[in-house]
């Protein structure tokens, strides 16, 4: 990490220092609050993302925030709280480069406020609620710099009516193995087709790397969680997914896939204005003619439903329905 963000209150937080322990070399450089960095004008995401900093700040207020409408695994409720802002890979469908002006990554050294927040967070139902911990990051991907596995997963393993979902491309999962399998704590794993993932998800690991991580943990004994959205319609997706989900079943137990959720990809306007200015000649924006729906940039009706409807029908085969998700938000 070349630069680290700090703000003034949280400089000689623990946190804090076990990261500068970790980047000596690092140059530090004091702020009153991360805003000052990652919500200036004039930055260019493209190239930040090139040779992005660490911003180390303090969470303040909102910290536990409810799901869009839809965006669910199968919980009474669901929420999101984002111990991180920004994600270690450059995947061309991400949101968050339309999202933010930075590609700093934000690190957010309270834990110990989300946990409070958490504990005391009141939900609309009896039933259990689920946190979703990589709605703006990637849960797991840098975990060997937040610790946020760690710690908590002790956290949710002792309040066994709050389920915790870690999302992830990632294979630095050996925080997991190190702990016995808690059942209300799903790692989910976002899987594309290998031909489309080269392509389109940079810097991630490769499909066979994310397979071979499911295969381990689900023989640990850990549940885990198939994401397969945003679903993308690449030449050849209809040989593409059924492939892909006849491989991920030859070698897992479709015992231990707690859930899958599917759903195609779909921006606001701006957002994904915003990201084709970007990168204008991705093959990703040149697959085929967008279309705005309801506010949202996805691709034809007809193709959604192809898509969307081949895969289901796929996952029918090895999964019963009460654990498949449509996301469509």
Excluded at 31 to 43: D, H, L, P, T
Excluded at 127 to 133: E, I, K, M, V
Excluded at 269 to 287: G, H, N, Q, W
């Amino acid at each position: 990490m070349h630069a680290i963000y700090i703000e003034n209150a949280i400089r000689e937080h623990p946190r804090t220092l076990e990261v500068l322990d970790r980047f000596p070399r690092a140059e530090i450089i004091q702020c009153e609050r991360y805003g000052e960095v990652f919500n200036r004008a004039s930055q260019n995401f493209r190239l930040q993302k090139q040779r992005p900093g660490l911003i180390l700040a303090k969470k303040h207020g909102n910290l536990i925030l409810p799901a869009p409408e839809g965006y669910s695994i199968g919980a009474a409720d669901n929420y999101y709280f984002s111990h991180m802002l920004n994600c270690l890979y450059d995947c061309r469908y991400c949101f968050l480069q339309g999202m933010y002006r930075s590609a700093n990554y934000v690190y957010f050294v309270n834990f110990e406020d989300f946990e409070s927040a958490i504990e005391e967070h009141e939900t609309v139902s009896d039933g259990p609620a689920c946190y979703f911990s990589g709605f703006d990051c990637d849960s797991l991907a840098m975990e060997s710099v937040t610790g946020f596995a760690e710690r908590f997963i002790p956290f949710f393993a002792l309040r066994p009516n709050k389920w915790l979902e870690l999302r992830t491309k990632s294979v630095n999962t050996s925080t997991l193995s190190s702990y016995d399998p808690v059942p209300n704590i799903i790692t989910a794993f976002t899987m594309t087709p290998h031909r489309v993932a080269e392509e389109i998800e940079h810097g991630a690991p490769s499909f066979s790397k994310r397979l071979d991580r499911v295969k381990s943990l689900t023989q640990q004994g850990w549940r885990v969680g198939l994401r397969l959205d945003p679903l993308i319609p690449w030449p050849g997706f209809r040989e593409l997914y059924p492939e892909m989900i006849d491989q991920i079943f030859s070698e897992v137990d479709g015992d231990m896939i707690h859930s899958v959720t599917l759903g195609p990809m779909r921006f606001p306007k701006s957002m994904y204005e915003k990201i084709v200015k970007l990168y204008p000649t991705d093959p990703l924006f040149a697959l085929q003619e967008m279309d705005l729906r309801e506010g949202q940039m996805t691709y034809p009706r007809k193709i959604e439903q192809d898509l969307v409807g081949l895969v289901e029908e796929r996952l029918s085969i090895y999964l019963p329905s009460d654990r498949l998700f449509r996301q469509l938000h």
